[in-house]
């Protein structure tokens, strides 16, 4: 190292080449996972909440004189949150879909989908 700072002084070529993320946190590197999926041609997104759910989800709601920010109230959520289930852009939480069930008394998971939930004693 001092002799490349005696040589850039005396103003002399000096050639240095700088490596790639030498002394850098290095977790961001591109692996073959990533390279794998760049490949991938199917194209890959999560599934969302079907139009019959947020229908179920809108009826019950209104069954029950309630609005969306009134139901997202209810269940400890966000009024958007309410908003994108109903119109089936939300991406399904299974604890989301629970505190909905409890709230409008109808199901909304399984095939008895919009059927009233049986209030009996929960097993232990």
């Not at 760049?38 to 809108?58: A, F, M």
């Amino acid at each position: 190292m001092a002799a490349i700072l005696a040589a850039q002084r005396r103003g002399e070529d000096v050639e240095t080449s700088k490596k790639w993320a030498a002394g850098q946190n290095k977790q961001h590197s591109i692996t073959k996972n990533t390279a794998k999926l760049d490949r991938e041609t199917e194209e890959l997104h999560h599934d969302r909440v079907t139009l019959e759910v947020g229908k179920v989800i809108q009826r019950g709601r209104q069954s029950n004189g309630l609005t969306q920010k009134d139901l997202a109230t209810k269940i400890n959520e966000k009024p958007q949150v309410i908003a994108d289930y109903e119109s089936g852009r939300a991406i399904p939480n299974n604890q989301v879909l629970g505190k909905i069930e409890r709230a409008i008394g109808l199901k909304l998971r399984g095939k008895d989908i919009g059927k009233p939930i049986e209030k009996g004693p929960r097993a232990k």
